[in-house]
Antibody
Framework: QVQLQESGPGLVKPSQTLSLTCGVSGGFVSSGGYFWSWIRQHPGQGLEWIGYMHYSGRTSYNPSLRSRVTMSVDASKNQFSLILNSVTAADTAVYYC?????????????WGQGTLVTVSS | QSALTQPASVSGSPGQSITISCTGTNSDVGGYNYVSWYQQHPGKAPKLIIYEVNNRPSGVSYRFSGSKSGNTASLTISGLQAEDEADYFCSSYTSSSLTVFGGGTKVTVL
């Protein structure tokens, strides 16, 4: 059974870069057909889709974040990553990595436990 | 891209059935059979309970079922149990090749 685990700093200063990694166990990021995704949840609020990267290199990002987001997949380390530039307090949230499945990665059948990232000086 | 519309809260007594709606547009819910539903208990990651409108992943209780009519998808929980008390989120694929979530519904078991 595939398991995902987020890692990265829990505190980031405003205007700096948020960088998170999701380690994959029990499976491989190079497996075809999956869309390696990031989703966040602001405190006490709903879910916000950030985007995905397919192993083929194809990406899709939320238009509201597109100018600040970069995603990558590292098959040698069996992990995928999220970079969010120029963060503000509005980026404070629990960040989840997830595996997107289905024809367009439209559903998320495996989730990491989530990691809280706070943006503060 | 606007969030899908869900009721803020739904409640029911043990053993009853409840239904949560998820309303979108022709560009998302109404245009594709790619609606999914997630259950989230406090402090936990979301869990997939329905995918592609009405499919249950292995291990998910038969008491959860999904459907869709036009631009509105629905999640029904039958035989409501105390453990069903949680937040529920819908999501849909969109015509812009994106994924959008609903705002979430808090289910309370009375």
């Amino acid at each position: 059974q595939v398991q995902l685990q987020e890692s990265g700093p829990g505190l980031v200063k405003p205007s700096q870069t948020l960088s998170l990694t999701c380690g994959v166990s029990g499976g491989f990021v190079s497996s075809g057909g999956y869309f390696w995704s990031w989703i966040r949840q602001h405190p006490g609020q709903g879910l916000e889709w950030i985007g995905y990267m397919h192993y083929s290199g194809r990406t899709s990002y939320n238009p509201s974040l597109r100018s600040r987001v970069t995603m990558s997949v590292d098959a040698s380390k069996n992990q995928f990553s999220l970079i969010l530039n120029s963060v503000t307090a509005a980026d404070t949230a629990v960040y989840y990595c997830a595996r997107g499945s289905g024809r367009y990665g439209s559903y998320f059948d495996c989730w990491g436990q989530g990691t809280l990232v706070t943006v503060s000086s | 891209q606007s969030a899908l519309t869900q009721p803020a809260s739904v409640s029911g007594s043990p053993g009853q059935s409840i239904t949560i709606s998820c309303t979108g547009t022709n560009s998302d819910v109404g245009g594709y059979n790619y609606v999914s539903w997630y259950q989230q208990h406090p402090g936990k990651a979301p869990k997939l309970i329905i995918y592609e409108v009405n499919n249950r992943p292995s291990g998910v209780s038969y008491r959860f079922s999904g459907s869709k009519s036009g631009n509105t998808a629905s999640l029904t929980i039958s035989g409501l149990q105390a453990e069903d008390e949680a937040d529920y989120f819908c999501s849909s694929y969109t015509s812009s090749s994106l994924t959008v979530f609903g705002g979430g519904t808090k289910v309370t078991v009375l």
